[in-house]
C-alpha cells in the first residue's frame, strides 16, 4: 500500500512538473509580434543586461501605449520575452533556443557581448531567425550570417581608433595589453589592436598577455608588463575584471596610462574602481554627458526613470529595437505565422541601408554591418564620462 | 632580479589564499574522511559576511574609523562565518552521518550546499557586484623595482600563523587528539568518553573560522564580491590540498603555496594563456610520481 501511494505521489508530481511544460502553449486572442530578448541578467555583467532590459521596456511601454505598432494600417501590440544567458555561451544559445522553439518569438534582441553573440548568433542563423545584437564589436558575429543584424560598430574599427588615439595623447611609442583569452570579444579586439599598432610603425606591442574570465589575481601578468616599461596598457575587458587590473597595476608600481574599450562603459566600473580609474581615457558608442536632440530626450527619461544614466549598452538596445520596428514597417504585413515574419523582419532589416539612431546615424554595408562614429571618452575627477573626441571612418 | 623576487612576493601572497582555504579541506577530511565541497562558498559567505559588517560599522550609525573596523570585523567575521559552517554540519551533513549513509552521499550533500549557498546569494543580494571597502589605508613600498603593499605582508603573515596555530592545535592540545583520534577510528573514540559530535562541531569551527579570515583578506586584497567567487579558487586550492596529502596540516599549507609559485611561475616563464594547462600538468605529475600528496601517508591517521 504504502509503495502504491509513493508511486501515485511520484506520478502526481510528474503531471505537475509536465502542467509548467504546457503553460507556455496557451493561444494569445489578441495578434501580438512576440520579441525575443537574450540578456545577460546575472553572471559576470549583469549591469549590462539590466540596461538593456530597462531601455526595452521603455520602449515597449511607448509603443503599446500609443495602441500598438502600426503595420499597414492595423496596430499590433508588441511583447517581450526576457531571458537571463548568465553571461555564458552556453547558455545564450540554449536560450536562443527556448525563444525560438518554445516562446515562438519573430525575432531575438541580444545577447549583448560579443562572448554570447558569436554563438548565439549561430544557433539563429540557423533556425532562420533575425537576430540583432546591440553591443557585440566582433565581427564573426554576423559575418557569412544573413540572418545576424547589430547596431554596434566593429572592432577592426574600434581596434585602430583606440590605437590612434593613444598614439596622438599620449604620444606613445610602445604598448602593452592585457585581454580575457577566454572571451571572444576581448581576444579578438586585442589581436586587432596589435595588428593595428604595428601597422603604424611607432613601436612594438611589448607586453601581450591574458587571464581566464573568473582570475581575480593578475600581478604575474602585470609584474611581466610593468617590467616591459609600457607607455601605455590597453586593457580591452569588462567592467568587473578593469576594476582589478586597474588597482593591481597601480600597486605593482605602474605609473603610466590606461586604454580602455567600450565594454569599460557601465555606471558599475567607476562605483567598483574608484579614484584609480580616473583620468583614464576608452573608446565607446555614444558619450552621455553633452548630448543634443532625440539623443538627450532618451537620456532624460531613463535618468528619470531608473535614477541612472543610460550606459551605451542600454542606448544601443533602444535602437536595436527602432531597426528592429522599422523592419517590421518594412515588412508591410504581420504574418500569424512566426516562419514567415521572420523571413518578413529578415527582409525588411536587410533593406534598411541607413538608419538615424540615438548613438548615432549609421549605415548598412554588404555584410549587414552598420558604419558609424565611435567616441573616445575620458573619466573625469568625479567619475564621469566624459566627450573627448569622436572618430568617423 | 628584482623581476624576480616581485613574483616571489606576488606568490606568495595569492598562495597564501590556497593555504588559507585548503587547511579548512584538510581539517574537515582529516577528521571525518569528508571532502566539504561546500568550503569554498563558506569562504564566499566569509567575504560577504566581512563586507555586511564594514559598511555596517563604517556606516553613519556606528562611524568607526577604517582601522577600528577592520580589528573588529576579523573576529566578528570568523566568529560568523563559523556560525555558517556549523550550521550545514548540523543540518545537511549530522543527520547523514547518523542514518551511517556513504561517505559518497556525504560529498554529494557538501556539493548541494555549496550551490545552496552561491544560489541563495544570488537570489538574495542579485547579481551586481559588491564594492569592499577599504578598511586599511594602502600604503606602497618599493624597493628598486620591488613593490610591497603593506596588505600582501598582512596576508602572507596571516597564513603563517593560522598554520603554526592549527598545526599547534591538532598536534599539540587534547582536544587535537582527540581530532586525530576520530580520523584513526570513530566508533572506538566514543568508547573512550570522548564526545564525538562536539569534536566534529570544534572541527568545522575551526576550519569555517579561517575560511571567513580568508574571505576577509581576500575581499580586502581583490575588492570585489560576487556569488561566485568561491567556485574556483574553492575548486583549485582542494588540489592544492590533495597535492600536499589531504588531511594533514603541512601538506595544505605548502599545497596551497606551490600551487601559488607553480601558477606564477608559468606566467613569469610562458605566455600566460598556458598558465593553468602548465600548472595542472605539473600538479598532475606530483600526483603521478606521489599519489598520496607531499605529506600524505597511505592509510594512517590523517590529520
Redesign the interface.
Known sequence: MKAFFKGAGLLGLMLVCSAFLLAGCGEDKVQTIKIGFNLP???DI??VGEGSKNAAEMYLKDINDAGGLDVGGTKYPLEFVYMDNESKAESATNVALKLIDQEKVVAIIGPNSSKQAVPAGGTCNDNRVPMISPWSTNPSTTLDRPWVFRAAFLDPFQGPVVADFAAKKFNAKTAAVLFD?SNDYSKGLAEIFKTSWEAKGLGPVVAF????T?D??F???L??IV?TNPDFLFVPNNY?QV??IV?QAR???YKGPFMGSDAWGTP?LV??C?EQCYGNYFSTHYAAAGAQGATKVFIDRYTELYGATPADYAALTWDSIGMLVEAIKNAGQVYSDPVEMRTAIRDGLAAIKSFDGITGASKFDAQGDPIKCAVVVKISDDGEFVFEESVCP | MDFIIQNILNALQWGSFYALIALGYTLVYGVLRLINFAHGDIFMVGAYIAFFLATTMLGPSFGLSPFMTFVIAVPLTMALTACVGVTLERIAYRPLRRKGAHRLYVVITALMCGLILEYGNLAVLGASRLKFPDLIEKSIWSVGDVTMTNLKVIVIVAAVVVFIFLNFIVTKTKIGMAMRGISYDKFAIPLMGIPIDSIIVFTFILGSGFAGLAGLLFAMSYPILEPFMGMIIGWKAFIAAVVGGIGDIRGAFYGGFLLGFIEVGVVTVFPSTYRDLFAFSILLLILWIKPTGLFGMPQSTKI
Not at chain 1, 209 to 212: F, T, V
Open positions: 541578467l546575472t553572471g549583469p549591469e583569452v598577455e591574458s587571464h581566464g573568473k581575480q589575481d600581478s604575474a601578468q609584474t611581466k617590467s568587473n576594476a582589478l588597482n600597486d605593482l608600481g558599475d562605483k567598483l574608484g
